[in-house]
């Protein structure tokens, strides 16, 4: 993802805004669900233990991202990205679906974007050299990087670069001039069978479908992709409409703008080959604040009712009538 935003640095692309947030709702999704099962695996570690290191461990990680002083390349990152979904991604996925989850658009859009990445702009020859084409709207200057080269005009990034598992290339060669003159249903199909082909090239993998639903998920983003949609962009669809359906965070649904609940929605049943619709967002968010508007006044009722309540004017005058007449009553007598 950084790469293909023609950063140079992974600071550089941590500055961009929801890359941070992206990383957060991915960990949340995708990573910490399946963190217990390591408490199984090992003898006198508890499930609280191994989420109290995965959250410090993740917090640690992203200060290293955000510092400068690294020095980190987006470009070191991308060598042996085939190899580093077998590596990376899917355990998570696996440990997930293991505890009850599925994995999310987050973690299908770094499979995706990877397959962004290693689309060939023209056909494979047979090396694991090629030369890589995305939009992009920021400018690069001529760059060296590992196997190749980097440049970007504030249009177009144009790459040259070493395929780790060259058989990726041919795969994926097609699907680009296919989606730009067949249109997307066209060839929708064909895409699903590419993704599926190329989970199944990565090390380690047996087969696609051992991973749940993260092929049609994964077809999805790398279809938007190609169809010329820049990386960035379907990367915050993913992330607004992960947030906009996680019930992990119910402050973090509310935080997301009615406006872009009704962009995810539409996202999503472009997306979708099923042709099927989410659930209304507007209606099921409208629902959420009727709830906690309901749920908060009653609280503010039930606080009332214990607390002491202050005498009104007419008890005050009572009162101190009461205190008059007693004071006169002792004097009479």
């Not at 957060?24 to 570690?45: C, F």
């Amino acid at each position: 993802m950084a790469a293909l935003t023609a950063n140079k640095f992974i600071h550089e692309a941590m500055a961009i805004e929801s890359i941070p947030q992206f990383l957060e709702e991915l960990y949340e999704a995708d990573i910490r669900p399946g963190l217990p099962s390591l408490a199984a695996n090992v003898e006198g570690i508890d499930e609280a233990t191994v989420l109290e290191w995965g959250d410090a461990a993740f917090a640690d990680w992203m200060r290293r991202l955000y510092n400068p002083g690294m020095d980190f390349s987006c470009w070191f990152v991308c060598q042996n990205c085939t190899q580093k979904i077998g590596q990376r991604f899917l355990p998570s996925v696996k440990d997930n679906i293991a505890a009850g989850g599925e994995p999310s658009k987050l973690v299908a859009f770094c499979i995706a974007s990877i397959m962004r990445f290693l689309t060939p702009l023209r056909a494979p020859d047979g090396q694991p050299s090629f030369v890589g084409c995305a939009p992009c709207k920021q400018t690069l200057a001529k760059l060296d990087v590992p196997n190749g080269y980097a440049v970007c005009d504030g249009d177009s990034l144009e790459y040259q670069w070493n395929a780790d598992i060259p058989a990726v290339l041919p795969v994926l060669f097609p699907l680009r001039n296919l989606a730009l003159t067949h249109g997307r249903e066209a060839i929708s199909v064909m895409v699903k069978k590419a993704a599926t082909q190329f989970l199944e090239l990565v090390p380690g993998v047996t087969a696609a479908a051992d991973f749940g639903p993260l092929v049609d998920l994964v077809t999805d983003q790398y279809q938007e992709m190609i169809d010329g949609t820049p990386a960035l962009d379907v990367m915050r669809s993913a992330l607004h409409i992960e947030m906009a359906l996680s019930p992990r965070n119910f402050a973090k649904r509310r935080a997301v703008c009615l406006e872009v609940a009704e962009e995810a929605v539409k996202v999503q049943e472009d997306v979708d080959a099923k042709g099927t619709p989410l659930t209304p967002l507007r209606e099921e968010f409208a629902s959420e604040e009727a709830k906690a508007a309901a749920e908060e006044a009653a609280a503010e009722e039930a606080a009332a009712e214990e607390a002491p309540k202050e005498p009104t004017a007419k008890e005050v005058c009572q009162e101190h009538s009461h205190d008059l007449i007693q004071h006169a009553d002792q004097h009479m007598v």
